[in-house]
């Protein structure tokens, strides 16, 4: 499953309504006054500006009606909140820019802009979990998770030799990982290539002065074999590199 998949974006108060009903996806509203939001174990307040969290399967009541300013929902989102959250935008707007940015690409509806989407995607979520004062992850998993950022373009990385040689119970260690992100660390791995991968491709497609073969893509990825780079591809996006560049 793509990471931080914005499956919605914009000032929809029905669509958003429609979404929510699902309980299938995280929803990130920007607040646009302040409020209480009711579970049956929580209470969130808000305040305007806030960005109010809400995870999938959750039951809840506002205060007020039309609390959105602007409405984002994903999916393969990993956050560790079980309840309601609201966390103030970062000192310079950071949040509120980057809702308005996927606002505009999810209008586009293209496949230049989905690559766009993911970035912001991505980005709101690492603004995010800045915000909130607490560690989102455990020690171990962020060490995991730099680990592999670090190395995503590493075609000989060895992810299991870096588990192995942790001071911890490698099958714990990936235990704890899947708990708190939702995935396994070489699932972990395999998104975040695929996700190089497609902003690579959009970005040679539309620049003649630099496009890129299936083959430098590959290795730019983390892939020594161009072919098996295609396949996974193919599994991952629904089509070939080439026909997504397109």
């Not at 996700?195 to 590959?218: D, E, F, P, T, W």
Request: glycine content about 8%; proline content about 5%; hydrophobic content about 40%.
């Amino acid at each position: 499953m793509d990471m931080n998949n914005i499956v919605y974006a914009g000032r929809d108060g029905a669509r958003a309504e429609e979404l929510t009903a699902t309980k299938k996806y995280w929803q990130f509203i920007r607040c646009a006054a302040r409020g209480e939001l009711k579970t049956a174990k929580h209470r969130e307040n808000y305040a305007r500006g806030d960005i109010l969290i809400i995870p999938p399967l959750c039951d809840f009541e506002r205060s007020a009606a039309g609390i959105g300013e602007s409405y984002i929902f994903m999916d393969g989102t990993a956050l560790p909140f079980r309840q309601p959250a609201a966390v103030p935008d970062e000192q310079g707007g950071g949040i509120a820019h980057a809702f308005a940015q996927a606002e505009r690409y999810y209008a586009m509806q293209s496949l230049k802009a989905a690559a766009v989407l993911g970035c912001l995607g991505d980005l709101i979520i690492n603004y995010i979990v800045m915000q909130t004062e607490r560690s989102a992850y455990s020690p171990p998993v962020k060490l995991v998770r730099a680990d592999i950022d670090a190395n995503v373009s590493n075609p000989a990385y060895a992810l299991d030799g870096f588990l192995r040689a942790l001071p911890l119970n490698g099958d714990y260690v990936r235990k704890l990982f899947k708990k708190e992100t939702g995935v396994t660390p070489h699932d972990y791995l395999l998104g975040e290539r695929m996700k190089l991968a497609a902003r690579l491709i959009v970005s040679g497609m539309s620049n003649q002065y630099s496009r890129y073969s299936v083959g430098q893509i590959a290795e730019m990825c983390g892939f020594a074999d161009p072919l098996y780079f295609s396949r996974v591809f193919k599994k991952y996006y629904g089509c070939a590199p080439s026909e997504y560049g397109r």
